[in-house]
């Protein structure tokens, strides 16, 4: 297949169980829960995406024909001679509508560890290393188990004890940027004082002003 990706650049994670990890991150186009275009928003089912991943035009994006050619793209993007374990961050947009057995082997044959940030509508491929699950309210979660469940708040339509029951190693409560930003941060700190087996997930990235 030929993978159509906006973005790839090097970075930290900014949230989630990685945060402050050193990262390549590898942004595909398209999602199945928004166009992208602003005049679609208000009736896209996520209406808070806060990403442009549409086409290919972005730093480090374009079109690749094989698995091997992207991954060969990915490696060159992390520092050469760097000590650790390269990591990949495979986002969106959905991730999981692009990414497949042939690209995941192909990263694992450059040396990385792959993440995957992904809306849960999709069933995820073998072998990811570190799979996110971000639910939506309005769309169908198809993908009910991984490493890290990562739940905007606020959302309507979620109930954090049914969420607990999924198969996830790590379940993290993450305020919806935007005007709101205090009022969800203080309703996401509550919500992990009454459920500690939740953690609080802070967009660091924004708030240190790196990519």
Known sequence: MTYSVKETFYTLQGEGAHTGRAAVFLRFSGCNLWTGREQDRASAICTFCD???????????????????????V?????????GVPYVVCTGG??????DAALITALHKEGFEIGVES?????AP???????????????????????LKLVVPQDGYSLEALEK?????????????????????LAI?????????????QTHKITGIR
């Open 51 to 73: 990403t442009d991943f549409v086409g290919t035009d972005g730093d480090g994006g374009g079109k690749f024909k094989t698995a091997d050619d992207l991954a060969a793209h």
């Open 75 to 83: 490696k060159s993007f992390w520092p050469k001679g760097g000590a």
């Open 94 to 99: 959905e991730p999981l509508l692009q990414l």
């Open 119 to 123: 809306n849960g509508t999709q069933k």
């Open 126 to 148: 073998d072998d990811i290393d570190w799979l996110c699950i971000s639910p939506k309210a309005g769309s169908e979660l198809i993908q009910t188990s991984g490493d890290e």
């Open 166 to 186: 999924l198969d996830f190693k790590r379940y993290s409560l993450q305020p919806m940027d935007g005007p709101d930003l205090t009022t969800n941060t203080m």
């Open 190 to 202: 509550e919500l992990v004082r009454e459920r500690p087996n939740w953690q609080l997930s802070l």
